[in-house]
Structures are given as structure tokens and as C-alpha cells.
């Protein structure tokens, strides 16, 4: 067989799986390990996949990576069909989401985990910086790719600061303000969550404080990423997307939202009814 005839059969099998290891690949193309590890060299080198330890997972879309869409729910079922549309890169969840599902953190996170391999975020609920680290490192136990998501206030910025360097990822929430947001920023979050559908509540302009958190991170060349939470409508995630902010977070019924339209639901009714005509 040759390279290229192998190296599609890999991806066909990561298409399937999702994952795939080396003495699996070797056995069923009965070649040596060591030349399946220099197809998954190669292929990482293009882009295809992504080497892990010991074989290789399908490599995420660089549109999806563009802008982030989470969804904000800790509802199993809604996490199951947005992971099958394949439109949503991670999950974020918050106390009151937890509790709405019944079900105790630990499990629901290790349940979500199963369903998407993509950043999840869990709050601690500790309010003194030396608990919500603890609680924090025990979160970030449970999976590669925890978000651990922390109210800013002096305590939570202080605590960021020291997980950021023992290398924990962060979520600084619950900012309603740049000034805010450039502190999170400042103490190494990973991702600032504004609320904009919060403040949009109270009757002020939500996004008017994303554009400036974008503006404020790009003056200063800060990494931290903002991803827009707290949305209540499709035109929020558009006005979102033209800020230049790296996502959003949507409830399920925003995501359902911005896949359909009238005119398309029309649009299409009218293509089959047409088509009817002349299968008859
Ligand atoms: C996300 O991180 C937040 O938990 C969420 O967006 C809050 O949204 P809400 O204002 O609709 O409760």
C-alpha cells in the first residue's frame, strides 16, 4: 500500500472514531509502528490530525476556531444534539446550571466530558482565594480540558493569578465592565466572560462593553480571550461576531435560533412541494 492510500485510510478511520492509536493503525495496515508514527508526523505537519500520546485525534476545523460558539447549558441532552450538529466547540456551565440538572457536579462534568472534547468550564463556589484554588485544582482533575470559571471580585482575581501560573486554565465571570475585564486580564485569565444580556436587562448597552473589552485586550496585546456570555438572542451573537470578540456562550434555544429563518423554512417547504409535482 502506498503512503498516500495509508494515510487516507487514517483519516477515514479518525473520521469514523474521532481517535485512533498506533498499534490499532499498525495491526489493520499491517505495517510497523514506527511507520504509522511517521504518517501521523506527517499528516500533524498538514493539519490533518493531531498527535496524542500513543496515536492521534481528528484535528478541530479552523473555522470553528475562529470564533468560539459554547454552549451554555449543563443539560445532557441538549449538549448530545449540539456535539451531533457539530457546531459547538466546548461547554460552560455555573452553579445555577448545575443545580437545575439535579445531579451532583462531578458526575454531570465527567458525563459532559464523555459528549465533547472541547473546553468545559465549572465554577468553584469557594468565595477565599486559598479555597477556590483548592477547589479549583480538584475541578481541573477531572478532565484535560477544564475551565475553571471564577467570579471577579479581589479573592477570585487573587486566585486566578495563582492558578494561571501553576498553569490551570481560567474563566474570569460575572464582568460586567472593561475596567473589570482588563483586571481579569491583567491576573492571566484565560477566557473573560462579560454579560451582556445582564447588563442589556438593567438597560444598558451590553455590547457596547464587549467592543470596549475587545479594544482594551487588543491596545495592550493581552491573551486572555472574551467570549460573550449571558446572550439572549441571535442578533446578540451577530453584534458579537462583528466586535471581534474570540466567541460566544448560547443557551440551546439562541443556537436553534441561528440555524433557522422563515424565509429558509419557506423557502424549502416550496422546493419539495415543487418536486412533488413532477415524482408523481
Ligand atoms: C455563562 O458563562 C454564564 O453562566 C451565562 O451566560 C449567564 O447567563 P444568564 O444571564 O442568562 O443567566
Known sequence: MFNEQRQEEILKVLREQGRV???????????????????????EGKGLLRRTHGGAIKEKKREAEGMKIFLDTANIEEIKKATDWGLIDGVTTNPSSIVKEGKNLEALTKEITNIIDGPISV??????????????????????NIIVKIPITPEGLKAVKILSKGGIK????????????????????????????????????????????VQVYKN??????????????????????LSGAGGVTIPFSVLEKLIRHPLTDEGVEKFLADWKKISK
Open 220 to 241: 495592550y496585546g493581552f491573551k486572555t480571550e472574551v467570549i460573550v456570555a449571558s446572550i439572549r438572542s441571535p442578533l446578540q451573537v451577530e453584534k458579537a461576531a
Open 21 to 43: 492509536s498506533v498499534e490499532e493503525l499498525s495491526k489493520s495496515l499491517k505495517v510497523s509502528s514506527s511507520t504509522i508514527r511517521r504518517d501521523l508526523e506527517e499528516m
Open 123 to 144: 465554577e468553584p463556589v469557594a468565595t477565599e482565594a486559598g479555597k477556590i484554588v483548592s477547589e479549583a485544582e480538584e475541578l481541573a482533575k477531572l478532565y484535560k
Open 170 to 213: 481560567t474563566g474570569v465571570t460575572l464582568v460586567f465592565s472593561s475596567s473589570q475585564a482588563l483586571l481579569a486580564a491583567k491576573a492571566g485569565a484565560t477566557y473573560c466572560f462579560p454579560f451582556a444580556g445582564r447588563l442589556d436587562d438593567i438597560g444598558q448597552e451590553g455590547m457596547d462593553m464587549v467592543k470596549d473589552i
